[in-house]
């Protein structure tokens, strides 16, 4: 059951992957499949499900990219 | 549902131009997030430097000017002088504050100027593709040390915490990093902290923040950030070298602890007459 829900402003994301390592869950990946307006793999969020809402990976993230809301 | 962590309105719209893994952005975003919960935003002036972070006034939305190379704190000086009431703040980089704007940072705080300094070190030149800076460590490899710092040619890293808390001027001086969650938390309370100084009138403030330049380091923003663990904490160790007794209320009005004005021990030949 999913206590956070991540929003992604993929267009600022530029790849660097610090919100992948300061993740606790390790549910979020770079997407190698698609490139943003930018040019880089954007972050994304593979399992949804086991979020659980701790911001670690939107204060870790340099260029503002995610939003984070707890149920 | 509640909203945990937002986009602050301290930053404007515009898309940082710093590479891939680069700690400015979440320096920024600390400073912004400062002055957004103090509602300082509309009164605030900062002031940009020469480097990576020329750029800044285009982020952060509050009134900023930039000054010349290494001068921000000179400039810093006569706003808040003249503008007493607002929160002056200046951003400047290692290149910037450590090299070229030594003396100003140096009399800055030796005058106890009511400032705050984010001086963010990287340990080398970043927008001018990596040169050595003074904060370069012995034996690190940057453009123009390529064979790695030697000391017996190009000298020792200035640790710049250290020797500005010797100043009788600066009240409060503390080095942080911004590798993971807690020290994120803490620069951010160290920054809150600098910004209550500056408003309670105590003096100098100055925040170190060790941050990475993956570009000019050759390295993946992982890496980098633990290159930064394994060999910079160990040259800057963080912590609060000045001021780190003095306490604030809830509303931010100075408690206690020693400050420029009260634990002053310089020798006193003769009455100041005004």
């Known amino acids: 059951m999913a206590k956070g829900k991540l929003t992604f402003n993929e267009n600022l994301c530029k790849g660097c992957g610090l919100c992948v390592a300061a993740c606790p869950k390790k549910i979020l990946e770079l997407d190698k499949t698609r490139l943003n307006a930018k040019g880089y793999h954007p972050a994304t969020c593979v399992n949804p499900d086991e979020c659980i809402g701790c911001a670690f990976c939107a204060t870790q993230c340099p260029d503002v990219v995610i939003t984070v809301e707890r149920f | ?274």
Request: glycine share 8%.
């Open chain 2, 1 to 274: 549902m509640a909203v945990v962590f937002e986009p602050t309105k301290g930053l404007t719209d515009k898309p940082f131009h710093y590479c891939p893994g680069c700690c400015h952005g979440i320096i920024h975003r600390l400073v912004a997030e400062t002055l957004v919960d103090n509602d300082a935003l509309e009164t605030a002036v900062g002031v940009a430097s020469v480097g990576c972070t020329y750029n800044s006034y285009e982020y952060i939305a509050c009134d900023m000017v930039q000054a010349a190379h290494g001068r921000a704190p000179a400039v810093a000086t006569g706003i808040k002088r003249n503008l007493k009431d607002s929160f002056v703040f200046t951003y400047q980089g290692d290149g910037d504050l450590a090299s070229i704007g030594t003396a100003e940072i140096v009399h800055a705080a030796a005058r106890s100027e009511n400032i705050t300094v984010i001086f963010v070190n990287n340990a080398v030149y970043g927008m001018t593709s990596g040169q050595m800076a003074p904060t370069t460590l012995v034996g690190q490899v940057t453009t123009t040390s390529p064979w790695g710092r030697d000391p017996s040619y190009q000298g020792y890293p200035i640790n710049v915490s250290e020797f500005l808390s010797n100043l009788a001027g600066a009240a409060y001086v503390e080095r942080v990093c911004v590798t993971d969650y807690k020290n994120i938390q803490n620069a951010k309370k160290a920054i809150q902290k600098a910004f209550n100084v500056q408003k309670n009138k105590l003096g100098f403030s100055l925040v170190e923040v060790l941050s990475t330049c993956p570009t000019n380091w050759g390295k993946e923003p992982l890496a980098a950030m633990d290159w930064l663990k394994e060999n910079m904490e160990k040259q800057y160790p963080l912590g609060c070298y000045k001021g780190a007794d003095i306490t604030f209320d809830a509303d931010g009005k100075y408690v206690s602890g020693a400050i420029p004005a009260t634990a002053n021990n310089c020798v006193n030949v003769g009455e100041v007459k005004k």
